[in-house]
């Protein structure tokens, strides 16, 4: 298939009613973290964007919302021109500019801190991070601490990036500036809003 | 124009544009990710006034999905204007079902009440919010509250409620009773009488607050510390009644006061209709559904009640009676 077609193919097919359905599952998953929330696969955009990160990129971002990619999505035309077809959203010049960035490969991304993190007046103009993971359950554990979480959560997303722990105990202690992450595999999709807490497991 | 051969009005799905929906919510992601900070948003234009609940018909119409059951209330009643106006509104424009039901809502939009009946995880209450700013009254300049909060300077609040004990001799703040949610940011909990404060504190639900006319979006997540304001030697207080819901008997809940005639007679009710209905037909109404639990039970079977006459009383209850001068 060539670009033109590749980069029109593959929306929602109900956007009113897809787009609903992505953003209560993103807001369930924000609101109770490491809660694994389900997503139909909507979206099929081209690789090597997932079908739930492309659905969550089209749920939420338009023209009003920078993106930024990371290099492995951002060397991919088809990516590129399939998210401006159906969203519209101009792509970021640095990762500070962007309300959101989509990151292909986590375990190779840049620091957390290099993206928005909003200011203390207006600690809502951060970055969203859309992760894609392999699966929640095959990495380390992460214990889940926070508003949101009754007592305890535990996910293990697989592929995080490089001393994840650390780089979100920075992010906490920023508080209430920071970054909020989304996490998303093949059929679902986990959040890491920065009120969240990573409790270090004793080993 | 044939607008009257369908169900449901002309409009897109929940009345909002697409790209409206998408602004909000995003602004709705970023309050739950920030409890308590009030994220600004383009407020649009709704078919009904400002001050009317345009800032939780927002928020209710850019969450809400086919398969969501809706309830509307205001001050607790599902029966008034306000609640009545914005469920017919909800009705025409998404065609889902509405209930007043407060167990069977995926969505409960509230005007200044938190129903008796207990949240659970999987509903979300909406808040129409007049003024979410907490600190307005007491500094009018959007600037230097906005820097309040930045800093987390919330000393002058204190002095307020400082003064209210130096003239009352208690905290004489009924409604709108500040919260610190999250040990972070001072909220407005909306007008909502200081009595439900405590039901904001862990509540399984989801809580969104929407400004349409202040332009602001809040929020609580589930399972979050909402801590009322006050000082170790005035702790923080929820209004008592002296006397029971004159309809159902019910005790430790909020009561409105009714004025019945020209000539001081009056009677206190339950705020919350939903519940007052539901302990009137307990147990045998369909409308209860066989559902035992948190149904605030209590009524004898074995004796009908009917609603008494009331009569004017020579001592009547008030707001916040109970409470001694110090």
């Known amino acids: 298939m060539d670009i033109a077609a590749q980069s029109i193919e593959g929306g929602f097919a109900d956007p009113v009613f897809n787009a609903q359905t992505v953003f209560r599952a993103v807001m369930d998953a924000m609101a109770r973290p490491g809660s694994v929330q389900p997503l139909p696969p909507f979206a099929r955009p081209p690789v090597p964007l997932s079908a739930a990160a492309g659905a969550i990129a089209l749920?939420?971002?338009?023209?009003?919302?920078?993106?930024?990619?990371?290099?492995?999505?951002?060397?991919?035309?088809?990516?590129?021109?399939?998210?401006?077809?159906?969203?519209?959203?101009?792509?970021?010049?640095?990762?500070?500019?962007?309300?959101?960035?989509?990151?292909?490969?986590?375990?190779?991304?840049?620091?957390?801190?290099?993206?928005?993190?909003?200011?203390?007046?207006?600690?809502?103009?951060?970055?969203?991070?859309?992760?894609?993971?392999?699966?929640?359950?095959?990495?380390?554990?992460?214990?889940?601490?926070?508003?949101?979480?009754?007592?305890?959560?535990?996910?293990?997303?697989?592929?995080?990036?490089?001393?994840?722990?650390?780089?979100?105990?920075?992010?906490?202690?920023?508080?209430?500036?920071?970054?909020?992450?989304?996490?998303?595999?093949?059929?679902?999709?986990?959040?890491?809003?920065r009120t969240t807490r990573i409790k270090t497991m004793e080993a | 124009m044939t607008a009257q051969s369908t169900d449901i009005a002309t409009y897109n799905f929940a009345y909002l544009d697409e790209q409206t929906k998408r602004m909000i919510r995003r602004a709705i992601l970023k309050g739950i990710?920030?409890?308590?900070?009030?994220?600004?948003?383009?407020?649009?234009?709704m078919p009904m006034p400002y001050g009317w609940g345009t800032g939780g018909v927002q928020v209710t119409a850019s969450i809400i999905g086919p398969d969501d059951v809706l309830k509307v209330i205001d001050q607790g009643a599902d029966d008034t204007t306000n609640a009545v106006s914005i469920r017919a509104f909800f009705k025409k424009v998404t065609n889902v079902a509405v209930t007043t039901d407060t167990a069977s809502a995926t969505i409960i939009q509230t005007r200044h009440r938190i129903p008796e009946h207990p949240l659970t995880a999987d509903q979300v209450l909406v808040y129409q919010v007049p003024i979410p700013e907490p600190l307005r009254f007491l500094e009018p300049r959007e600037t230097e509250t906005r820097k309040m909060h930045a800093l987390e300077e919330y000393g002058l609040m204190h002095v307020k409620l400082y003064e209210d004990i130096a003239k009352h001799g208690r905290i004489a703040t009924t409604y709108a009773y500040p919260v610190k949610v999250e040990g972070r940011y001072v909220m407005d909990p909306s007008p909502t009488p200081k009595f439900d404060n405590p039901k904001m504190h862990r509540s399984p639900a989801l809580q969104l607050f929407g400004a349409g006319r202040e332009k602001r979006i809040y929020a609580v997540p589930p399972f979050t510390e909402v801590v009322s304001l006050d000082f170790e030697d005035h702790p923080f207080e929820v209004q008592t009644f002296d006397q029971p819901c004159a309809l159902c008997a019910a005790e430790n809940v909020y009561l409105d006061e009714v004025i019945l005639d020209d000539h001081g007679g009056h009677m206190f009710v339950c705020s919350d209709t939903d519940h007052c209905e539901k302990r009137r037909n307990a147990p045998t109404s369909p409308l209860w559904g066989g559902r035992a639990e948190g149904a605030?039970?209590?009524?004898?079977?074995?004796?009908?009640?009917?609603?008494?006459?009331?009569?004017?009383?020579?001592?009547?209850p008030h707001k916040g009676e109970g409470k001694e001068i110090r």
Not at chain 1, 74 to 82: F, K, L, P
Not at chain 1, 103 to 117: H, N, R, T, V, W
């Open chain 2, 296 to 316: 605030g039970g209590g009524l004898d079977q074995s004796t009908p009640h009917s609603t008494p006459t009331p009569a004017p009383r020579a001592d009547p």
């Open chain 2, 33 to 45: 990710a920030i409890p308590g900070y009030q994220v600004p948003f383009a407020s649009r234009e």
């Open chain 1, 59 to 193: 749920a939420l971002c338009d023209n009003d919302t920078p993106l930024w990619l990371d290099p492995a999505l951002q060397a991919s035309t088809a990516v590129r021109s399939w998210l401006g077809f159906h969203t519209g959203a101009p792509l970021a010049n640095t990762p500070a500019d962007a309300h959101f960035a989509l990151i292909a490969a986590p375990a190779e991304m840049m620091a957390l801190d290099g993206f928005s993190q909003g200011t203390q007046d207006y600690p809502d103009r951060s970055t969203t991070l859309i992760l894609h993971v392999s699966d929640l359950v095959s990495g380390t554990p992460l214990l889940l601490e926070g508003p949101g979480i009754e007592t305890s959560a535990t996910i293990a997303p697989a592929q995080m990036p490089r001393h994840f722990v650390e780089q979100w105990k920075q992010n906490n202690k920023r508080f209430p500036r920071g970054v909020d992450i989304i996490l998303v595999t093949a059929d679902g999709i986990a959040c890491l809003p």
